[in-house]
């Protein structure tokens, strides 16, 4: 609950980039984008017939631009993230200076599919420790998570679909239940889908990690 109130007031339209890049992730759930801005070129002013999140892999000074023409100016920060509900139309404009932020981009799709029955054992993956909340609403949770490396979380069940926005480099080793582990680096930036229903515990090995996790209810 803490940015849905702010969020009503400093939304951002569907942006697909100014480029109009092709979307890295398309399915039943989500249509994701990956998203350099360009300096005094406003987001296109879409529609906006789709829920949508916006993650800040690296923010920056931005304005933003109401339909009747009202501008405020705002600052994002690395992992700041915001919930835009359908129908509401906003302009943002990255107007600072340095290296142009880059956001991940999430439409959200009505589907009828809905979190899976935990029957593990085991807790749900959020919360815990090292998680926090960033938005709770009809659509979605969303959760800053830092793993502290070398600590193994616990085994847990993950029963949503989610967009993960990778913000450090480090490789996260995935335990499952049976043992069977795997390694995944990462690097600031990338993006991952990842379906629910599983179970796994995860260490840091190597560097440091932290995302932006957003649940999909």
């Known amino acids: 609950m803490k940015f849905q109130i702010a969020s009503l007031l400093l939304v951002l339209p569907l942006v697909a980039s100014a480029q109009g890049d092709k979307p890295i992730i398309d399915n039943n759930r989500v249509t994701v984008w990956d998203v350099t801005w360009t300096k005094d070129q406003p987001s296109p002013n879409a529609a906006g017939d789709r829920d949508a999140v916006t993650v800040y892999i690296s923010g920056g ?32 404009t990255w107007v600072g200076t340095g290296t142009p932020p880059h956001t991940t981009e999430i439409a959200l799709k009505d589907s009828d599919e809905r979190p899976a029955p935990n029957t593990s054992g085991n807790p749900l993956a959020f919360p815990r420790p090292g998680a926090t909340n960033l938005i709770d609403n009809h659509r979605v949770f969303v959760w800053d998570n830092r793993w ?70």
């Open 61 to 92: 000074d931005f304005k933003i631009t109401k339909p009747d023409g009202k501008s405020s100016m705002v600052a994002r920060k690395t992992g700041a993230a915001i919930f835009r509900p359908k129908g509401v139309r906003a302009s943002e």
């Open 148 to 217: 502290t490396p070398g600590v193994p979380t616990s085994m847990h069940f993950h029963d949503k679909d989610v967009v993960v926005t990778y913000l450090e480099e480090g490789d996260l080793t995935s335990i499952t239940p049976d043992g069977k582990s795997v390694v995944n680096p990462y690097k600031p930036g990338q993006i991952r889908f990842s379906v629910g229903n599983r179970s796994h515990k995860e260490v840091v090995s190597k560097g440091t990690q932290r995302a932006i996790i957003v649940e999909l209810k």
